[in-house]
């Protein structure tokens, strides 16, 4: 076999209003190859929640903002999204950005960009979500969340919402480019 042809969803524009679709595409391609490991970026928890719906017995891994991300001591998750997350079995991490901290007191210090801040910004190349479908792997294989031996697939998005999922072989942060990107299951096009 020299390859195979898999459909890819765009979405017209980024957004919350892909959510349900980003979700449906994720579990049949998750079905599909036999993936039982999803990590889901949400930040109040209403994509968590949703994703906790849809992926009830699956390794479900919630991503969230760092607590003070917007506010100094800030978690950004509700309390009864948490709630309702745990309660069917899924899994909430909350810790640093693989891409962010440090290196981005630096550049507000110094004005000036450090390798993970360009990786970053590569990434967004391809669109918000796909540079925070990809953090959120390295950041849930650093907690042990998620294996790194086997695909899992990542859901994430542009602002509020899910709006792009892709099928990624993790890795460590330490490990960052034996993450391998496998399938884009889907984006917006913007």
């Keep these: 076999m020299v390859g195979v042809e898999k459909a890819i ?5 980024p957004g919350e209003e892909n959510t349900d679709e980003t979700l449906r595409l994720a579990k049949t391609r998750a079905e599909d190859l036999g993936i039982r490991d999803i ?11 949703k994703a906790s719906e849809i992926f009830k017995g699956y390794n479900l891994v919630i991503v969230t903002h760092h607590t003070g991300f917007r506010k100094p001591g800030l978690q950004e998750l509700e309390e009864e999204n948490r709630k309702l997350i745990e309660d069917r079995g ?7 950005h693989a891409f962010m901290n440090v290196e981005r007191a630096i550049r507000r ?3 000036t960009a450090y390798p993970t801040e360009i990786i970053a910004q590569t990434l967004r190349l391809f669109g918000e ?22 695909d899992v697939i990542s859901i994430a998005g542009t602002g509020r919402g899910a709006d792009t ?12 480019f034996d993450l391998a990107v496998k399938e884009i299951i889907c984006m917006p096009r913007r």
């Excluded at 899994?91 to 640093?96: E, L, N, S, V």
């Excluded at 999922?165 to 960052?176: D, E, F, H, T």
Aim: net charge positive.
């Design 9 to 13: 969803t765009y979405f017209a524009s």
């Design 90 to 96: 899924g899994k909430i991490f909350t810790g640093t």
């Design 109 to 111: 210090m110094f004005g």
């Design 39 to 49: 990590v889901v970026a949400s930040t109040r928890g209403v994509t968590g929640v």
């Design 129 to 150: 979500g796909m540079k925070v479908a990809v953090e959120i792997v390295l950041m849930a294989a650093d907690a042990g969340l998620i294996p790194a031996d086997r």
């Design 165 to 176: 999922a892709i099928v990624v072989k993790p890795a460590n942060s330490m490990r960052l």
